[in-house]
Nanobody
Framework: QVQLVESGGGLVQAGGSLRLSCAASGGTFSNYALGWFRQAPGKEREFVATIRWDAGDIGYADSVQGRFTISRDNAKSTLYLQMNSLKPEDTAVYYC????????????????WGRGTQVTVSS
């Protein structure tokens, strides 16, 4: 079983940047595809980005395409999300998640979840 712990959230002004990290333990990290999801107050958890086990396939939500970059370091068992040009509508709790091998934008496909890290973007 994989344990996931997010970090790097915080308060930032609109137009600023943050980098989120997700440290994994308890499993073979390179077996998993990973995803970032987010949930704003009163809204459902939504897909942000996904990356295949070998980084050979990457996908983004339209709302973050061109602003966010997902990456992974299998040697460090860590997933990243570089977020640039942040907007107030990016404010949410960000979660990382893991599933076997292939990417997916469907949260129901993911077996393991972290507890999330808060990102707040002020206008």
């Amino acid at each position: 079983q994989v344990q996931l712990v997010e970090s790097g959230g915080g308060l930032v002004q609109a137009g600023g940047s943050l980098r989120l990290s997700c440290a994994a333990s308890g499993g073979t990290f390179s077996n998993y595809a990973l995803g970032w999801f987010r949930q704003a107050p009163g809204k459902e958890r939504e897909f942000v980005a996904t990356i295949r086990w070998d980084a050979g396939d990457i996908g983004y939500a339209d709302s973050v395409q061109g602003r966010f970059t997902i990456s992974r370091d299998n040697a460090k068992s860590t997933l990243y999300l570089q977020m640039n040009s942040l907007k107030p509508e990016d404010t949410a709790v960000y979660y990382c998640a893991a599933r076997w091998f292939r990417t997916s934008d469907d949260r129901s496909d993911y077996m393991y979840w972290g507890r999330g890290t808060q990102v707040t973007v002020s206008s």
